[in-house]
């Protein structure tokens, strides 16, 4: 696991929050996803290249619930995940053709969880996802089980990008909570941002 610290510089920080402000209010754009009982997860999400299903944990063309097709991933999206990529030598290079946009309100957070829906090939393989931080600041989780108390704690701060491959590749990790007002006020000036976080999640299916 290896975290880099302020990689996303402003410019491309502010591109990706109008991309995603723009994509979010399209065809396939952000919702509140729901498990089988109907209980929603505590943030708003949006599918890039393939759409994700919360109730069969699977991977499809378009969304079940309103037949969605999912959005393609910018080219500048990609090209910012494989730069991260490619820095780090302990990880092999990956062709994204997954990106899920999670945007969380200040209230927002996510369970400890594993990312193990992809290919059984991508797994064995370790290939590495490639997590992206927007706005406030976010405490983030990691360790290997679910038990939140025997986590470990980092903060995610605007333009971290953090790389999960090879043993570390299912980790549990999730998101305890969003700091308020935390975010650059360089970019709520120029992107309006509301509160919150975004965290784009780059995988190789």
Not at 39 to 52: E, I, T, V, Y
Request: hydrophobic share 35%; charged share 20%; proline share 6%.
């Amino acid at each position: 696991m290896v975290l880099l610290k302020g990689f996303v510089k402003p410019e491309d920080q502010i591109g990706m929050v109008r991309m995603c402000r723009q994509l979010g209010k399209g065809p396939g754009g952000f919702y509140r996803p729901s498990y089988k009982n109907g209980a929603k997860l505590n943030l708003w999400m949006m599918s890039l290249g393939r759409n994700w299903d919360l109730t069969t944990r699977s991977y499809g063309p378009t969304r079940p619930f309103d037949g969605a097709q999912a959005p393609t991933i910018p080219d500048a999206f990609k090209m910012i995940a494989q730069t991260a990529n490619s820095t780090v030598n302990e990880f092999p290079q990956i062709n994204p053709d997954i990106c899920i946009v999670n945007y969380y309100t200040n209230s927002g957070k996510l369970g400890l969880h594993q990312d193990k829906d992809e290919s059984e090939s991508s797994l064995t393989k370790g290939l590495p996802f490639i997590s992206i931080s927007i706005g406030d600041t976010a405490e983030f989780l990691f360790g290997n089980t679910r038990d939140k108390d025997q986590a470990t704690k980092i903060n995610l701060e605007s333009g971290d990008v953090l790389i999960l491959g090879g043993e570390s590749r299912l980790l549990f990790h999730g998101v305890s909570h969003v700091k308020t007002d935390t975010a650059p006020s360089w970019l709520k000036e120029e992107t309006g941002i509301r509160p919150g976080r975004i965290n784009l999640t780059f995988r190789q299916y």
